[in-house]
């Protein structure tokens, strides 16, 4: 199972919005609606963000949306903040009790 | 509160196994599922496995079948994560995460996570 393909960086000024998308085959983001977004600060273990490809834990603000259009889901983040900065990570179910992530994508708030 | 306890950091040599252990709290141990994830220093999080706090059964990654065997322990909450045959480019931070409730909702992401156990893979 091959990883998902993510953007390397992405980069936004406060206050702005941006999307980080997340690039997958039929086997994988094609197939299920089943996306969960992670935020990983330097040092720090991952936090869930999105699941199911568009819903929010409790506790996350609801800056924080996903979707998905064919084998691509996508992160938006609107009215960037400071805090925002950090590594996003998009997994994806793919059968089976197994999952796959994406490379990861480095969020720069200038 | 949920909380993932791992166990600390380890140094081992090319060859040597190594053993982490997750403490859980805070729920009901046996209805939820582990994955363990890991991550090398600078890269990408890697999916290593699941396994089923409730039946015990697992799924491991391919590129790890026949090096890794994942357990828990209901009566300590506690689970593990074994390695074998390491090698220099299994040095990474490998995280505890609590997957779906199961058996009903097996597909769910991993939600709650370790603060992570670094292993070092040194000669």
């Known amino acids: 199972q091959s990883a998902l393909t993510q953007p390397a960086s992405v980069s936004g000024s406060p206050g702005q919005s941006i999307t980080i998308s997340c690039t997958g085959t039929?086997?994988?983001?094609?197939?299920?609606?089943?996306v969960s977004w992670y935020q990983q600060h330097p040092g720090k273990a991952p936090k869930l963000m999105i699941y199911?490809?568009?819903k929010r834990p409790s506790g996350v603000s609801n800056r924080f949306s996903g979707s998905k259009s064919g084998n691509t889901a996508s992160l938006t983040i609107s009215g960037l903040q400071a805090e925002d900065e950090a590594d996003y990570y998009c997994?994806?179910?793919?059968?089976?009790?197994?999952?796959?992530f994406g490379g990861g994508t480095k969020l720069t708030v200038l | 509160q949920v909380q993932l306890v791992q166990s600390g950091a380890e140094v081992k040599k090319p060859g040597a196994s190594v053993k982490v252990s997750c403490k859980a709290s805070?729920?009901?141990?046996?209805?939820?599922?582990f994955s363990w994830v890991r991550q090398a220093p600078g890269q990408g999080l890697e999916w290593m496995g699941w396994?089923?706090?409730?039946?015990?059964?697992?799924n491991y990654a391919q590129n790890l079948q026949g090096r890794v065997t994942m357990t828990t322990d209901t009566s300590t909450t506690t689970a593990y994560m074994e390695l074998r045959s390491l090698r220099s480019d299994d040095t990474a931070v490998y995280y505890c995460?609590?997957?779906?409730?199961?058996?009903?909702?097996?597909?769910?992401?991993?939600?709650?996570w370790g603060q992570g156990t670094l292993v070092t893979v040194s000669s």
């Open positions: 995460a609590r997957g779906g409730h199961v058996p009903i909702a097996v597909a769910d992401p991993p939600d709650y």
């Open positions: 039929s086997s994988d983001i094609g197939s299920y609606d089943l």
């Open positions: 199911e490809g568009s």
């Open positions: 396994i089923s706090a409730y039946s015990g059964n697992t």
């Open positions: 805070g729920y009901t141990f046996a209805s939820y599922a």
């Open positions: 997994c994806s179910y793919v059968g089976s009790s197994t999952w796959v």
